[in-house]
Nanobody, 124 residues
Framework: QVQLVESGGGLVQAGGSLRLSCAVSGRTFSMYAMGWFRQAPGKEREFVGGISQSYYRTDYADFVKGRFTISRDNAKSTVYLQMNSLKPEDTAVYYC?????????????????WGQGTQVTVSS
């Protein structure tokens, strides 16, 4: 069984930064493409970005391009989401997810394992 544990969420002012981490255990981390999703109150969960299994290719939703960066450290079995220039509309629960595939998936059903989520609140 694969377990994902997010950390690093919190309260930050608009314009500030946070770095989320997602530690993965249970299977070989390098076998998975990793994704970050978020869900704001009253809204559906949406794709934020992802990183491929190998070659570390990344892909981002348009609303975070230029502000968020995803990276992974296979030696630590951890994926990161660096969030800069945060806006109040970035307020959401952020989830990491693992997909047993080479390339990035942008939709939920492509991901098999999910973390419990971490709250990010951006104040204006």
């Amino acid at each position: 069984q694969v377990q994902l544990v997010e950390s690093g969420g919190g309260l930050v002012q608009a314009g500030g930064s946070l770095r989320l981490s997602c530690a993965v255990s249970g299977r070989t981390f390098s076998m998975y493409a990793m994704g970050w999703f978020r869900q704001a109150p009253g809204k559906e969960r949406e794709f934020v970005g992802g990183i491929s299994q190998s070659y570390y290719r990344t892909d981002y939703a348009d609303f975070v391009k230029g502000r968020f960066t995803i990276s992974r450290d296979n030696a630590k079995s951890t994926v990161y989401l660096q969030m800069n220039s945060l806006k109040p509309e970035d307020t959401a629960v952020y989830y990491c997810a693992a997909a047993p595939r080479l390339q990035i998936g942008t939709i939920e059903r492509e991901y098999v394992y999910w973390g419990q989520g971490t709250q990010v609140t951006v104040s204006s």
